[in-house]
């Protein structure tokens, strides 16, 4: 959700500041010296920060469920490949229906099980490659060449996207239940 809300804010920074700046106007709070332009990089500046404390949030919860992601990953596919001789062994499935059914039913649990897994990884990757194009749909067009080097170096930072892995040995994405 936190990535959701940064996508958003990049791509409404412009009116966010305009508001912060009516505000600070209402709170008389509003200083003549504190332009328009300020209150943009203040903006700015808080989507960044937003961004690392997500990157730090995506880190702890990688170290937290690192390996038993890893352990459960790693036992559902040995049980799938188990179920699977299991279901090669049997010789005459038709005189074993309900076998076939309640071998079919596990099958399905674990498959499902590792797709829940690798699915969760697989969103946090698109909406972390979303962050990229937020930043370079919003309204940076309008602001001055130094404030701009704010937006540019975001956009290098979100091209490689946030991933959660499996024990530093794979990837928790959909590309890998599909491998």
Not at 20 to 42: Q, V
Not at 78 to 86: A, D, E, N, R
Not at 134 to 141: E, S
Request: aromatic share 12%; proline share 2%; charged share 20%.
């Amino acid at each position: 959700g936190q990535i959701e809300i940064l996508a958003f804010n990049l791509r409404n920074f412009d009116v966010l500041a305009e508001r912060r700046r009516k505000r600070a106007i209402s709170d008389n709070k509003y200083i003549g010296k504190y332009t328009n332009l300020y209150f943009t990089k203040r903006i700015l500046k808080e989507c960044i920060l937003l961004h690392n404390s997500i990157i730090r949030y995506v880190s702890v919860i990688e170290s937290a469920f690192s390996l038993a992601s890893a352990l459960q990953f790693m036992l559902s596919v040995m049980v799938l490949c188990l179920i699977g001789i299991q279901f090669l062994s049997i010789e005459n499935p038709t005189s074993h229906p309900m076998q076939m059914v309640w071998m079919a039913i596990y099958l399905t649990c674990m498959l499902i099980e590792v797709f829940i897994l690798c699915w969760f990884g697989n969103e946090l990757i698109w909406k972390s490659n979303d962050l990229r194009q937020a930043a370079f749909d919003g309204p940076w067009r309008n602001l001055n060449r130094k404030t701009c080097m704010f937006i540019i170096i975001f956009m290098e930072r979100c091209k490689r996207p946030m991933r959660l892995s499996a024990g530093k040995i794979f990837t928790l994405s959909l590309d890998t239940y599909t491998v």
